[in-house]
């Protein structure tokens, strides 16, 4: 089923470790984001992209890394683990400006 | 910095009555995109309905529909002939055609629906 592919649905990682998100998507968007969900709260965006080789920050980007090298591509790297990043990530994709997102199911994570 | 603010945290419906989600926002700008998504207790968020700043005429999409006002910057969402699938959390969202690529999003208001 065409859709947004993210990897794994449940991390736990130890405090200072580092990881990577995957997200993929099959529907060629241009526009791919980041954005995580704390408890009580709406979606924060962390980092997004408008296309292959560009990517810029959200508003919450201190310890996370994107790259986009291909159209269909899009991890997220958590660089040294803090309990602060607990929290539920997604991933979503886009066709355009105009158009809603797509999601993925999500990345629960937990920093222990 | 556009905000969007979804000032109802709980809502609740009897099914098959009516119930409106209330949404507002800030912004300068005057192209911009807004939308409904839900999110039920599975975890994955679906779009609702979307709606262009420029058109007058009200998004509807089957039960769901929403009142635009753009000048009062509103954006609420009405279900009509509520389900219990409809239970959920819904976020309102907001973005810009000029960055296309961040969209902002309300806290979000959990709908329960009665039986």
């Known amino acids: 089923n065409a859709g947004v592919t993210q990897t794994p649905k449940f991390q736990v990682l130890k405090t200072g470790q580092s990881m990577t998100l995957q997200c993929a998507q099959d529907?060629?968007?241009?526009?791919m984001s980041w954005y995580r969900q704390d408890p009580g709260m709406g979606l924060r965006l962390i980092h997004y992209?408008?296309?292959?080789?560009?990517?810029d920050q959200g508003e919450v980007p201190n310890g996370y890394n994107v790259s986009r090298s291909t159209t269909e591509d899009f991890p997220l790297r958590l660089l040294s683990a803090a309990p602060s990043q607990t929290s539920v990530y997604f991933c979503?994709?886009?066709?355009?400006?105009?158009?809603?997102?797509?999601f993925g199911s999500g990345t629960r994570l937990t920093v222990v | 910095a556009q905000t969007v603010t979804q000032s109802q945290p709980e809502m609740s419906v009897q099914e098959a009555e009516t119930v409106t989600l209330s949404c507002t926002y800030d912004?300068?700008?005057?192209?911009?995109?807004l939308f409904w998504y839900k999110q039920p207790p599975s975890r994955q968020m679906i779009l609702v309905i979307r709606?262009?700043?420029?058109?007058?005429q009200n998004a509807t999409e089957n039960r769901f529909s929403v009142n635009f006002q753009k000048a009062a910057k509103s954006f609420s969402l009405k279900i009509s002939d509520s389900q219990l699938g409809d239970a959920a959390m819904y976020f309102c969202?907001?973005?810009?055609?000029?960055?296309?690529?961040?969209?902002?999003f309300g806290d979000g208001t959990t709908l329960t629906v009665k039986p």
């Open positions: 912004t300068s700008e005057s192209d911009y995109y």
């Open positions: 969202a907001y973005r810009t055609n000029t960055n296309a690529g961040k969209s902002t």
């Open positions: 992209s408008v296309g292959a080789g560009i990517t």
């Open positions: 979503a994709s886009q066709r355009g400006a105009n158009y809603g997102y797509t």
């Open positions: 709606q262009e700043a420029y058109k007058q």
């Open positions: 529907m060629n968007h241009e526009y």
